[in-house]
């Protein structure tokens, strides 16, 4: 079974670093499959923040491509994701999931999420 | 960016009735439209992808139809476990976009 994990800071102070790890089980972040980060602000709305491909370069959402950063650790089997300048528009729970190759790379799995608030 | 909207924004159905959301695309996304269930504190789950096929798992009440800028997942026969918030979404066009979702609830 495929799961996915997310883990990092619960708070950061504005103008800081939002960094997230998701482990991986079950399944080879080397795989042809694409590793991505979605956030969903309290008012429900979801947002693609990027993905990442073992074989190729990671691809952003524009809105936050000069904020993100997107890698890979194959020998963890983890991938991460770094956001800078965070301010509280930031704030929301934050998933990794996997846009799987079977199923045209919608996301199939996800983690369960994990709530980061920015705050001073 | 292509904007999905979602219609209605809360459906108010019982168990047992057939449940009919639409998700409408700013610019033809052709085929690569899915939709996900979220249910309170959890994650959402796939339940069709390119418009039309049904996730691992996922039972067959569960359809989905449409092309281009007009879709619709329809559920057949409402179980009360279905009654949860539903999310189109879009991977035709970078950035892949999610719709503001359409809440089933209980009559």
């Known amino acids: 079974q495929v799961h996915l994990q997310e883990s990092g800071p619960g708070l950061v102070k504005p103008s800081g670093t939002l960094s997230l790890t998701c482990a991986v089980s079950?399944?080879?972040?080397?795989?042809?499959?694409?590793w991505s980060w979605v956030r969903q602000s309290p008012g429900k709305d979801l947002e693609l923040i990027g993905e990442a491909y073992s074989l190729g370069s990671p691809n952003y959402n524009p809105s936050l491509k000069s904020r993100v950063t997107i890698s890979l650790d194959k020998s963890k089997n983890q991938f991460y994701l770094k956001l800078t300048s965070v301010t509280a528009a930031d704030t929301a729970v934050y998933f990794c999931?996997?846009?799987?190759?079977?199923?045209?790379?919608?996301?199939?799995?996800w983690g369960p999420g994990t709530l980061v608030t920015v705050s001073s | 960016e292509i904007v999905l909207t979602q219609s209605p924004a809360t459906l108010s159905l019982s168990p047992g009735e057939r449940a009919t959301l639409s998700c409408r695309a700013s610019?033809?996304?052709?085929?690569?439209l899915g939709w996900y269930q979220q249910k309170p504190g959890q994650a959402p789950r796939l339940l069709i992808y390119e418009t039309s096929k049904r996730a691992t798992g996922i039972p067959a009440r569960f359809s989905g139809s449409g092309s281009g800028t007009d879709f619709t997942l329809t559920i057949s026969s409402l179980e009360p476990e279905d009654f949860a918030l539903y999310y189109c979404q879009q991977r035709s066009n970078w950035p892949w976009t999610f719709g503001q979702g359409t809440k089933v609830e209980i009559k």
């Open positions: 610019q033809s996304v052709s085929n690569s």
């Open positions: 079950g399944d080879s972040i080397s795989s042809p499959n694409w």
């Open positions: 999931a996997r846009g799987y190759s079977d199923s045209e790379f919608f996301f199939d799995k």
